[in-house]
């Protein structure tokens, strides 16, 4: 089978549109930018190069991550209606050079993590590990199952803090938690809508859902996601470490964002692919740049003096 994939197939099973997610490696960094205390550790091209190298690694081990997710769930994907077109899925890949390949990703971005510093390779190697027992085990458990792909992403928050030896804010850990729970969520809501009767046969824990349930979840975490933004942005902690209270500013386009998704998913029936959504919806990327442009402005107009 190995021998009719194409360059194209090898490249998708990589799934690199879902490498987007590896840029909340870069958050430490740019809010250690304009922390006082913690600009000392990334001033100069260094650190810069260390976390942009961080990001990658974490790209090629997630990719390998995802090969393996790809040859556990080959023979449930091909009953997928949009999963069934994957190379391994779709009987292009061999199950068995799919491994192999996932295996050469694992060791190479592991050891490469271990080389930019030892803690971000222990976080690196921790990563990997949940994902495999994840892949295997934990994503047929309904709540959990979306419970460790939220880690996953304070995983790599704090990898990229570490790879810099700078500190990050646990509210930031809280609102990136929150912020992939919430997405999390509303992929599992688009599955139960999209496989209906054969849900179960894609994946265990589907079963365990109802979309009331699931209704109720994204609710509870939308707001809990922009209350913790809130706190955060508003904290006196926050203030003295930045030496501003004009983060409060950034709070709309928190909450336009999460509604704009919320519009996505309800009126718009999608939400099974979250990263090409932050990809492909003008919305949703000009308020994200927006909302880049607005903390931008807040540090520089701190650093000055006027907030």
Known sequence: MSNRASFADWLRLLRPAQWSKNGIVLAAFFFARWDP??????????????VLLGAVDFCLLASSVYILNDVVDRRADALH???????????????????????????????GAW???????ALALGYFVLQVVYSGLLKRVAILDVFVIAMGFVLRAIAGAAVIDVRISPWLLLCTFLLALFLALCKRRHEKQLLGAEEAGH??????????????????????????????????????????????????????????????????????????????????????LLYGLATLGVFLVARHGFL
């Open 37 to 50: 205390g913690q600009r000392v550790h990334v001033l100069g091209t260094a650190p810069l190069v260390m």
């Open 203 to 288: 994946r265990r824990a589907l079963a365990d859902y109802t979309l009331v349930l699931l209704d109720q979840m994204i609710a509870v975490v939308a707001a809990a996601t922009v209350m913790a933004y809130a706190l955060y942005t508003l904290s006196a902690e926050t203030a003295a470490r930045f030496g501003t209270h004009g983060l409060g500013f950034t709070i709309p386009f928190v909450l336009f964002g999460i509604f704009r998704y919320l519009e996505l998913v309800y009126a718009g029936n999608r939400g099974g692919r979250p990263e090409q959504i932050l990809l492909t919806d003008r919305v949703l990327i000009v308020t994200i």
């Open 81 to 111: 209606p949009e999963k069934r077109g994957r190379p391994v899925a779709a009987g292009r890949i061999a199950p068995s050079a799919a491994v192999v390949a996932a295996g050469l990703l694992a060791a190479v971005s592991l050891a």
């Open 115 to 121: 080389l930019l510093a030892p803690r971000f390779g």
